[in-house]
């Protein structure tokens, strides 16, 4: 009898040593998981190609967005226009990018402001109508649809 209690007594200590011992084998893991996801999740840039082609004229823009922030290139090579090439940098404030064009044409340096709506998978180029810089109209003939990067 003294035999079995003694059995069941060790028994029973052991079961609570290796429940223990579970349980801070887990703590550890936890922790050890814990640490090794980031702090602040980075955003990741998207890179985003669109194009407008016709027989004559091409309007190329690559652009690269974080969060609302987005910069990129632009190249208008309109027929018996100067070529066009330059920088942007802006914001996108709903489905309309606001930024400022830095370009070079005829040997100069200009900057102007541009702006693009976004419909489906199109940007299209707007501008301020008359004196009034918030009342905008955009040009359809010149959408630009969304290319695939390694293409254009």
Same mark, same amino acid.
């Given at each position: 009898?003294? *035999?079995?209690? $003694?059995?069941?007594? $060790?028994?029973?200590? %052991?079961?609570?040593?290796?429940?223990?011992? &579970?349980?801070?084998? !887990?703590?550890?893991?936890?922790?050890?998981?814990?640490?090794?996801?980031?702090?602040? &999740?980075?955003?990741?840039?998207? #890179?985003?190609?669109? %194009?407008? /082609?016709? &027989?004559?004229? *091409?309007?190329?823009?690559?652009? &690269?967005? @974080?969060?609302?922030?987005?910069?990129?290139?632009?190249?208008?090579? %309109?027929?018996?226009?100067?070529?066009?090439?330059?920088?942007?940098?802006?914001?996108? #404030?709903?489905?309309?990018?606001? /930024?400022?064009?830095? +370009?070079?044409?005829?040997?100069?340096?200009?900057?102007?402001?541009?702006?693009? @709506?976004?419909?489906?998978?199109?940007?299209?180029? =707007?501008? /301020?109508?008359?004196?009034?810089?918030? !009342?905008?109209? +955009?040009?359809?003939?010149? /959408? @630009? *649809?969304? *290319?695939?990067? =390694?293409?254009?």
């Amino acid at each position: 009898m003294k *035999t079995g209690l $003694l059995i069941l007594s $060790l028994g029973g200590i %052991l079961m609570i040593s290796c429940k223990n011992n &579970e349980n801070q084998e !887990a703590k550890k893991s936890e922790s050890v998981v814990q640490s090794q996801q980031p702090e602040d &999740e980075e955003e990741i840039p998207v #890179k985003m190609c669109y %194009l407008y /082609a016709s &027989e004559t004229d *091409t309007i190329s823009l690559n652009i &690269e967005k @974080l969060n609302k922030n987005v910069s990129g290139s632009l190249v208008y090579m %309109l027929y018996e226009k100067d070529v066009n090439r330059g920088e942007i940098s802006g914001i996108m #404030k709903g489905d309309t990018l606001f /930024a400022d064009y830095e +370009f070079m044409s005829e040997g100069k340096n200009s900057v102007r402001p541009i702006m693009f @709506l976004q419909k489906g998978n199109q940007l299209i180029e =707007g501008y /301020a109508s008359g004196q009034d810089s918030t !009342a905008y109209k +955009f040009n359809e003939d010149f /959408a @630009l *649809t969304r *290319t695939n990067c =390694g293409v254009n």
